[in-house]
């Protein structure tokens, strides 16, 4: 199997062609700052992955953290086995406990390795499924509900059908923008208003009563799941979970509760428990699939038919027969990686910040 060898960081700056992204709590990010990831192994074969937190204040995981946390593991895992990846995640938790953001790159970039190394099936089943089906969701920053509501018809041309309005602000003027967007929307086009945890309960009932006649899906209206529950029930709305949705008991939970007709979770156990042959799944958004079950997951890859590589052979039949129940696509998660060179040396070389429009410098480890 290959082994490591080196692993680098890579950061680029990604501005935003709009100049900025705002959503609740009068959050907002101008530049997305992304730290690129390359595994090196001994036979040659190389893989990437990317990490790239939306701001630092918006879940538990910030850029710097994510290079920072790359120059503490990687001089670690220099010599592991880049496939196999059971042992990869035991060994980066002895070495750096918590922190999965940091790690996430590192898992990226070794499933790259895996698919281009001689045991692999190579790129084609993974890239040719996911190009034809892709249907992307565009964000709609959050502003006044005109402005808003303009938007949509420059993302219609640019190809978008699924649009992801940010709302959890004022709730008078959440009620404006979620009618204002859906009064836009054509046959065959489906909205999410996605609050981002921003409405105490009592608002989101408020909000999801104003527009109950609106064809909308309702995401992540409170920030404790069982806030959340309570307006689920209240409501015939498709409804979203994404940020309580944080581990796999939740998710359980939520399933059971028929807290949500859609789920977003980040345990990479969900994601490659259900070994089937074919190649990966499409991105789903909100019924985008072919056979249009209500998915949905925010240009989140659905890769319950991805070949789930040796290693995680035994942890299948854990969960196969739990997640066969649920309906919900992959999340993105975040990448990072770092390392390279002899254990206990770290060697940074390289610009360190710069532009996207700029070859980014490298941290190696």
């Known amino acids: 199997m290959p082994r490591i060898t080196r692993i680098q960081a890579f950061q680029v700056d990604l501005p935003l062609h709009e100049g900025s992204y705002k959503w609740s709590g009068g959050k907002s990010v101008e530049v997305f700052d992304s730290t690129i990831v390359r595994v090196e192994t001994d036979e040659g074969v190389t893989g990437h992955g990317e990490v ?9 995981a910030y850029a710097g953290g994510v290079r920072s946390g790359l120059a503490e593991l990687g001089p670690h895992l ?15 938790e002895r070495k750096l406990k918590g922190h999965p953001y940091v790690k996430t790159g590192i898992d990226i970039a070794c499933w790259e390795s895996w698919a281009r190394s001689a045991d692999g099936p190579g790129l084609r089943p993974f890239l040719g499924p996911l190009r034809r089906r892709l249907r992307a969701y565009r964000a709609i920053s959050q502003e006044d509900p005109d402005t808003m509501a303009s938007r949509v018809a420059g993302f219609r041309a640019e190809g978008y059908r699924r649009f992801q309005l940010k709302v959890g602000g004022d709730p008078d003027v959440d009620i404006e923008r979620i ?24 608002e989101a009932a ?15 209206p409170c920030l404790s799941y069982e806030e959340c529950l309570a307006i689920r029930r209240r409501i015939s709305h498709p409804f979203v ?8 008991d939740v998710l359980m939970r939520g399933h059971a509760d028929g ?19 074919a190649g990966p799944g499409p991105v789903c958004q909100a019924g985008d699939r072919d056979d249009d079950r209500g998915q949905l997951g925010r240009g989140h890859h ?17 969960h196969r027969h739990r997640l066969q129940q649920l309906r919900h696509g992959e999340h993105r998660r975040g990448s990072s990686t770092a390392q390279g060179r002899p ?13 996207a429009s700029r070859r980014a410098g490298a941290n190696r480890y």
Do not use: K
């Open 52 to 60: 790239c937190p939306l701001g630092p204040f918006y879940l538990p």
């Open 343 to 355: 254990p206990g040396r770290l060697d940074r070389t390289g610009p360190g910040r710069r532009s």
């Open 78 to 92: 220099i010599g592991a086995e880049a496939t196999h990846l059971d042992v990869l995640h035991r060994q980066m």
């Open 241 to 248: 979970l994404d940020e309580s949705i944080d581990g796999m």
């Open 206 to 220: 408020r909000v999801v009563s104003a527009v109950q006649d609106v064809d909308v899906y309702i995401e992540q």
């Open 179 to 202: 009618r204002a967007v859906a009064a836009e929307m054509e046959p065959g086009e489906r909205l999410v208003a996605d609050a981002n945890t921003g409405w105490v309960q009592h």
């Open 259 to 277: 807290a949500m007709d859609v789920g977003q979770h980040q345990d990479q156990q969900v994601r490659w428990s259900d070994p089937r042959p």
């Open 302 to 318: 659905d890769r319950r038919d991805r070949p789930p590589g040796p290693q995680h052979a035994d942890r299948t039949a854990v």
